[in-house]
């Protein structure tokens, strides 16, 4: 396989690509990760949300692939993708990990920028931080957060938002391994 990570996200997902280099970086691609913004299943098992992204590593991918040639992952047709993918790579002792930064912010994001940086909640914003695995702070502007620093991605990023965030990194918040430009 010529790759080292596979990342899968929808068509309206937003991702911060030198901020996925940097996370990656210091790891070996041939190791199985399994990365994401994880849920606690009604089942037991983990997954990582497919609306916030799932980044699989060459290792983990590799792994999958035999597991599904050997039988060990049967479908599901009663779950969705992102259960069914999660409870696969249970079955062959691939977790997800835990993706928030030191200070405890997410880094795959679940909603769009406006509902995490405005607090504003829906039932289906609450059920899903309820049933988030690692407890995730929100993000407040107010908190002095860097709101780019350690992102990878946002979920539901319409046209309308998307040359806001694009201005918003344009502008000099910092993207991590990126040298700022009023810095020459």
């Known amino acids: 396989m010529k790759f080292d990570w596979f990342l899968k996200v929808e068509i309206n997902t937003f991702v911060v690509m030198e901020n996925l280099r940097y996370f990656v970086s210091s790891l070996d691609p041939s190791t199985p ?5 994880t ?47 999660g409870s696969c790579l249970a ?28 607090e504003k909640h829906t039932s289906w914003f609450s059920f899903l931080w309820t ?25 539901c990023v319409s046209g309308f938002l998307l040359p806001q965030i694009l201005m918003k990194f344009e502008w000099g918040h910092p993207i991590w391994g990126a040298k700022y430009r009023w810095m020459g």
């Open 33 to 37: 990760f399994y990365f994401g913004h």
């Open 39 to 85: 849920l606690s299943s009604t089942l037991g098992t983990s997954y990582n949300s497919a609306d916030a992204g799932i980044l699989l590593s060459r290792g983990a991918v590799v792994q999958l692939q035999k597991a599904v040639g050997k039988g060990v992952c049967a479908s599901d047709s009663s779950s969705s993708s992102d259960v069914e993918l």
């Open 131 to 155: 049933k988030s695995k690692y407890p995730i702070k929100e993000v407040i502007t107010n908190t002095m957060y860097c709101f780019v620093c350690t992102e990878i991605n946002f979920y």
């Open 91 to 118: 079955k062959i002792s691939i977790y997800p990990q835990d993706t928030r930064d030191a200070n405890g912010h997410a880094r795959f994001l679940p909603f769009d920028p406006e509902s995490h940086l405005l």
